[in-house]
């Protein structure tokens, strides 16, 4: 509670000392608690105080835009390389925010707790710079629920490993998608798949086209199914109610074929112009004899 307590008077302080200066500068994480590997995501907001137009822009040498990443020890995190910010104008008052994927510029693949500043260079001498607030977030390497190695299409001797992870970042339990390269055992990608409801086993399996499968229940009557390649990409996804037999569920025939059998399929446009149709016809004036 109390280290609680005194990382919020940090960030008052620091936000309290940045209003005074002509360049004022807050930092946000879109979630405090991360599955390791996945999307950091960061919004630097900038509000212009200095009465004119200013024009933040790398000058070949110097990024206008930079970020401190520390572990729980203070020791820094190794950029990835170096970060390219495109220009960012901001009028006289104007508060304009930049978007930045962390784990895109720095090495974030670890489970720990981190600390993360953003820092500003002035576009102009006689102007200072800013430096944001301190941001606190943890990675965790969440739960391992089905896994399966594969080789890589059109590349001999190489393979990647699909993997169905488990987290529970906040209330909410979440299933996600990784995969990793085998030759070089990094992280290909870390994804979101959706929420899901543990009182269902998530399915799992692998297509001939070295494609994995996971359908998971998100909600009482909707099942999820979900497609991905071997370089992460989501290459479709559907949404599945119970069927008149029980749960939805994952075949595998014998040429490879990968289909879904036992269910509805929900088409949510299909739904939603149902459900203009009750509206308009609920607007309709009562007729009176």
Same mark, same amino acid.
């Given at each position: 509670?109390?280290?609680r307590c005194?990382k919020?008077l940090?960030a &008052? #302080?620091?936000?309290g000392? *940045?209003?005074?200066?002509?360049?004022a &500068?807050?930092l946000?994480?879109?979630?405090?608690?991360?599955l390791?590997g996945?999307?950091v995501?960061a919004v630097?907001?900038?509000? !212009?105080?200095?009465?004119?137009?200013?024009i933040?822009?790398?000058?070949? @040498?110097?990024q206008?835009l930079?970020?401190?990443i520390?572990d *729980?020890?203070?020791?820094?995190?190794t950029p990835r390389g170096?970060a390219?910010?495109?220009a960012?104008k901001?009028?006289?008052?104007?508060?304009?925010?930049?978007?930045?994927?962390?784990?895109?510029?720095?090495?974030l693949?670890?489970?720990?707790?981190f600390?993360?500043s953003?820092?500003i260079?002035?576009?102009q001498? !006689?102007?200072?710079g800013?430096?944001t607030?301190?941001?606190?977030?943890n990675?965790?390497?969440?739960?391992?629920?089905?896994s399966?190695?594969v080789?890589?299409?059109g590349?001999s001797?190489?393979?990647?490993e699909f @993997?169905?992870?488990?987290?529970s970042?906040?209330?909410?339990?979440?299933?996600?998608?990784?995969?990793?390269?085998?030759?070089s055992?990094k992280?290909?990608?870390?994804?979101?798949?959706?929420?899901v409801?543990?009182?269902?086993?998530? #399915?799992?399996?692998?297509d001939?086209?070295?494609?994995?499968?996971v359908?998971?229940?998100?909600?009482?009557t909707?099942?999820?199914? !979900?497609?991905i390649d071997t370089?992460g990409?989501l290459?479709?996804r559907?949404?599945?109610? @119970?069927?008149?037999?029980g749960?939805p569920q #994952?075949?595998t025939?014998?040429d490879?074929?990968v289909r879904?059998? !036992?269910?509805?399929?929900?088409?949510?446009?299909a739904?939603?112009a149902?459900r &203009?149709?009750?509206r308009? &016809?609920?607007?309709?004036?009562?007729?009176?004899?």
């Amino acid at each position: 509670m109390i280290h609680r307590c005194l990382k919020y008077l940090f960030a &008052a #302080l620091v936000c309290g000392t *940045s209003a005074h200066a002509q360049i004022a &500068a807050t930092l946000k994480l879109d979630k405090d608690q991360h599955l390791a590997g996945e999307p950091v995501i960061a919004v630097v907001t900038i509000t !212009n105080h200095a009465g004119k137009e200013l024009i933040f822009s790398s000058d070949g @040498r110097l990024q206008w835009l930079d970020f401190v990443i520390r572990d *729980s020890r203070g020791n820094p995190i190794t950029p990835r390389g170096r970060a390219l910010f495109g220009a960012m104008k901001i009028g006289p008052g104007q508060t304009l925010g930049r978007e930045v994927d962390l784990a895109q510029y720095f090495q974030l693949e670890k489970p720990g707790n981190f600390t993360v500043s953003a820092v500003i260079q002035s576009p102009q001498k !006689n102007l200072e710079g800013a430096t944001t607030n301190r941001v606190f977030f943890n990675q965790s390497s969440g739960v391992l629920y089905w896994s399966q190695k594969v080789g890589l299409p059109g590349n001999s001797g190489n393979t990647r490993e699909f @993997r169905v992870l488990n987290f529970s970042g906040d209330t909410k339990s979440q299933i996600y998608a990784q995969i990793e390269d085998g030759h070089s055992g990094k992280l290909v990608r870390t994804f979101l798949l959706g929420d899901v409801l543990m009182m269902r086993k998530p #399915l799992s399996t692998i297509d001939r086209n070295q494609r994995m499968h996971v359908m998971f229940l998100s909600t009482p009557t909707m099942w999820v199914h !979900n497609v991905i390649d071997t370089d992460g990409r989501l290459v479709s996804r559907q949404i599945h109610q @119970r069927g008149p037999q029980g749960d939805p569920q #994952l075949l595998t025939f014998g040429d490879g074929t990968v289909r879904v059998a !036992n269910s509805l399929p929900y088409d949510p446009k299909a739904v939603a112009a149902e459900r &203009a149709k009750i509206r308009k &016809a609920s607007d309709r004036p009562a007729v009176s004899y």
